[in-house]
């Protein structure tokens, strides 16, 4: 199987600009969850999707947004962006969304100017 | 709120040392645990998981655990690490019969040869 793949790889954008990240999940996996990765601090939880709906939602603000389509491919978008916003946004799918194993893209790379 | 620790950030070891890095969560109930590593300009990716049973648990590449309860801890262990195990490690809890997955900030190993 195809693993997940995130587009694009690398963005650069600046402040004020919006930005959507794409993210196709392994064929099968109905869950995607969106993590915002950054040098010493870890993973931070954005959202997670199944089945169309938002079942959990991290401690981010309203700039940040998701959806996922019935294909289970999953969008998220940043709207004015901030340079704090500069990261690495990683998409994860799995089959069911309670605590089974991630499967990780590589991630999209983000440098807001 | 839950949360899960991982004291060392930074670790540096020469080949043929013992490796040992810390994780600890907070939160009373039944918990699923996992470690992931990413390898330099790799994706993240399992390394293992525990969920229930023999609180010793074996990863790939020589890695196990020890789910420990009354301590909250989930201790990653290699009795001899190599040059190749240079990564970053992150430690993973996921809340029993929830959607939540809580990652720790990560170590970083550097494995000297």
């Known amino acids: 199987k195809a693993g997940v793949t995130q587009t694009p790889r690398y963005l650069i954008k600046t402040r004020g600009q919006q930005v959507t990240l794409s993210c196709s999940p392994i064929?099968?996996?109905?869950?995607v969850s969106w993590y915002q990765q950054t040098p010493g601090q870890g993973l931070q939880f954005l959202f997670e999707?199944?089945?169309?709906?938002?079942?959990n939602k991290g401690n981010f603000p309203g700039r940040f947004s998701g959806r996922q389509f019935s294909n289970s491919r999953s969008e998220m978008n940043v709207s004015t962006l901030e340079l704090g916003d500069s990261a690495l946004y990683l998409c994860?799918?799995?089959?069911?969304?309670?605590?089974?194993?991630?499967?990780f893209g590589p991630g999209t790379r983000l440098l807001v100017l | 709120a839950q949360s899960v620790s991982q004291h060392n950030h930074h670790v540096i070891l020469s080949e043929a040392a013992s490796l040992e890095l810390g994780c600890n969560y907070s939160?009373?109930?039944?918990?699923?645990l996992f470690w992931y590593v990413q390898y330099p300009g790799q994706h993240l990716q399992l390394l293992l998981k525990y969920f229930s049973g023999d609180p010793l648990v074996k990863g790939i590449k020589g890695f196990e655990a020890e789910f420990i309860k009354s301590k909250f801890s989930f201790n990653l262990r290699k009795p001899s690490v190599q040059w190749s195990d240079t990564a970053e490690y992150f430690c993973a809890v996921s809340i029993s019969g929830t959607y939540k997955y809580i990652f720790g900030t990560g170590t970083r190993l550097k494995v000297l040869a």
């Open positions: 064929s099968g996996h109905r869950s």
């Open positions: 939160y009373g109930g039944t918990v699923n």
């Open positions: 994860a799918s799995r089959p069911d969304p309670a605590g089974e194993t991630q499967y």
């Open positions: 999707y199944f089945s169309e709906t938002q079942r």
